[in-house]
């Protein structure tokens, strides 16, 4: 049995740690420079607030009922995930971390009659000692385990815990659970899947696997396997990202090459700790960064280069570095650039890099001071450690009026206490 683990609405959960006045009032928490709702509590949904919605079109709603808005605070978000994760896999034999707010883990170590209770409990301790609220879904395959921890997420009377175990129960939570929120149905499969007529889980679940694989080739047979209770899909073996990008949008327009340096320089370590999460790398790196095409009053100029590297690499050092040198033979003095970005591309396993005989980088070295530096990150946050490239910071740039503080990452701003 598999058993899956979702942070309530993880962001706001978060600011909710440490402002327990907050519990029982609408809260979001918005995207890069306070443009978009990106979380949201359970009070803020019941307002009408849509996943995505800019700040501007709802602030008049925000204002009258009292919605407590957050800007993105993503060092405490990872700490605090860490934290959450940790108690899980110091349960299991098994564990397999999916995103920033979710995990699998087996609980075959634990007798079947006993699972619910066991997870119960796992749920009451990760809000004792995290203050994390969380879901799990147990279930004889990842994607209904996913389907299983929406219901418990959804439906108080679970308890924090909802198990898909017998044929009666799958047939009765997949019907009335939408084709678009199946774990492993995008946009596309969807429009497809609805245009034959199918519209909850179980009217895929009851086609046959003939019809999911000439609609939806292996992936849409891989998911109706698992909505029969097969344990076919490893996280692993999931496809890796052909291209990683981060890109933003500043709150004012930079004009200095060194601050556009900076940002750049952080764009491209973030994509690289991507590539390595998934054990990848890249053969090329693409920058770019443009001027506001809103403004008439300027003049305007989109900065764009493609550098195809000798050897692919995930290397933080040696991507900056020719995202830089990218970026310095394009940029134009005096132009007001208000958006930028950096995107890794013909991204391959790291296993299937082929050496270049004229490579002059000790290539072992360098990623053995990779690995130390990922450490002092993974140990003590997000910025522990950086290249000189990066000395910038995100407050520098973009717009962050609602931050909260960084409470257990920056010794500056632990939580105070009034006696």
Avoid at 62 to 70: L, S, T
Avoid at 99 to 108: K, N, P, Q, T, V
Avoid at 210 to 216: D, E, I, S, V, Y
Avoid at 291 to 318: C, G, K, M
């Amino acid at each position: 049995m598999y058993a899956l683990a979702d942070c309530n609405n993880f962001f706001v959960s978060c600011e909710r740690v440490f402002r327990p006045d907050l519990e029982g009032r609408p809260v979001v928490v918005l995207s890069g420079n306070d443009g978009c709702v990106v979380s949201r509590s359970n009070e803020a949904k019941a307002l009408g607030i849509k996943m995505g919605v800019p700040l501007y079109q709802i602030r008049p709603l925000v204002d009258r009922e009292g919605v407590v808005c957050f800007s993105s605070n993503f060092a405490l978000y990872g700490d605090l995930s860490d934290r959450v994760m940790s108690l899980i896999r110091r349960q299991t034999p098994r564990f397999e971390q999916y995103s920033i707010d979710e995990c699998f883990f087996s609980i075959d170590h634990i007798p079947p009659e006993q699972q619910k209770t066991y997870c119960e409990q796992l749920v009451r301790d990760i809000r004792k000692g995290v203050g994390i609220p969380i879901s799990i879904g147990i279930a004889t395959s990842k994607t209904l385990a996913k389907v299983a921890s929406k219901y418990a997420k959804k439906y108080p009377g679970y308890r924090g815990v909802c198990e898909i175990r017998t044929d009666e129960q799958r047939r009765k939570a997949l019907s009335a659970f939408e084709i678009g929120d199946v774990w492993g149905i995008g946009r596309k499969a969807r429009a497809k899947l609805e245009k034959a007529g199918i519209r909850t889980a179980m009217d895929f679940a009851e086609r046959s696997s003939t019809f999911a694989k000439n609609l939806l080739h292996k992936p849409g047979l891989m998911t109706w396997q698992e909505l029969q209770g097969q344990d076919v899909i490893d996280i692993r073996d999931l496809p890796m990202k052909q291209t990683i990008t981060t890109s933003r949008t500043f709150a004012h327009a930079i004009t200095e090459r060194q601050l556009l340096e900076e940002q750049i320089a952080n764009f491209c370590a973030h994509c690289a700790r991507q590539l390595r999460m998934q054990k990848s790398v890249a053969k090329q790196v693409y920058v770019y960064a443009h001027t506001s095409s809103f403004r008439t009053d300027i003049e305007q100029h989109y900065l764009q280069e493609l550098v195809t590297l000798p050897v692919a690499t995930a290397n933080n050092q040696e991507l900056i570095s020719y995202a830089l040198g990218a970026l310095r033979r394009a940029y134009r003095p005096g132009a007001q650039y208000k958006k930028a970005g950096v995107v890794l591309m013909k991204i391959m396993p790291e296993a299937a890099v082929v050496p270049d005989m004229f490579d002059t980088h000790d290539r072992a070295r360098d990623q053995r001071l990779q690995r130390a530096l990922d450490h002092i990150e993974d140990r003590h946050g997000k910025r522990a450690i950086v290249l000189g490239a990066q000395t910038g910071t995100e407050e520098t740039v973009y717009k962050t009026e609602h931050k909260s503080r960084l409470y257990t990452t920056d010794l500056r701003e632990v939580i105070r206490v009034k006696s």
